[in-house]
């Protein structure tokens, strides 16, 4: 399992103006069953994405078509972590 930490490179208003795309690509990553979770931080400084990918080549492939990547307004930081205890519900996260 992966965190994938976004940090916007630029102002909001150019975010912005990728949003929608990249929304889109999120929805297509969560039908192919690559993501899990997702949203912004608070402050709005990025995002945060879960994955139950295992390969984290794979990973960084499927980022790289995220449209923030490829404009250039995003820097992606990705952890590796095995889950050794997961509550009631959340058995998806389970390695």
């Known amino acids: 399992m992966f965190i994938v930490s976004l940090n916007y490179t630029c102002g909001l208003e150019k ?3 990728h949003l929608d795309a990249h929304i889109a690509y999120l929805k297509q990553e969560y039908a192919n069953g ?3 979770a ?3 931080k608070v ?3 990025g995002g945060i994405i879960l994955s139950c990918l ?3 080549k794979e990973l960084a492939s499927i980022l790289a ?3 923030f990547s490829e404009a250039g307004i995003a820097e992606y930081e990705i952890t590796e972590f095995v889950p050794s205890m997961i509550a009631k519900g959340f058995e998806i996260l389970q390695p």
């Open 65 to 67: 078509r995220d449209p």
């Open 34 to 36: 690559s993501f899990i």
């Open 54 to 56: 295992k390969d984290r």
């Open 38 to 40: 997702s949203g912004r």
């Open 43 to 45: 402050p709005r400084t």
């Open 15 to 17: 975010v912005d103006q």
